[in-house]
């Protein structure tokens, strides 16, 4: 959810005779601030990277921050966060970037931010401008620790 939403919630009620009435309430739901950040190291298509992250999303909705991959001479670099959602310990966000320097490339992350002494999880792709995969990592690992989800 990137802005404020509204919604109608209808409620009916009958009584045991029969006897019924309804009533109709507006609820805004606002999205929760929230923060991801953590730099580890993750095997992804079997080779070592360095995933480096910082993005969140503000009390209005707006999304910011950063997320870098960098394998070998290779680097990746978010240059937008297109969507942001967040439950609990699981953050997902994607957004465009670039490869080696060159634009239109997509890429897609989901962490888990599990407790102190457990490793936190990252799932993550990154597709270059024909939707080819140029990397992927599901069930990679970072040190417990070192992903931090912090809900404002």
Known sequence: MAAPQTCPVTVWVTDDSGAYAESTVTVTVAPRP???SGTGSILLDGR?????TAVSR???????????????VHAF?????GRLTAVGRQATWAGSGRWDGRPGFRYLVTVVDNPPGVA???????TGPSGSIVLSGAGA?????????VWR
């Open 58 to 72: 503000d009390l209005a909705g707006r999304l910011s921050g950063t997320t870098r991959i960098t394998r070998g």
């Open 34 to 36: 929230v923060t991801i």
């Open 120 to 126: 936190d999880r990252v799932r993550l792709q990154v």
């Open 77 to 81: 670099a978010a240059t937008t966060i």
């Open 48 to 52: 070592r990277a360095t995933l480096k």
């Open 141 to 149: 690992t970072l040190p417990g620790g070192a992903l931090a989800l």
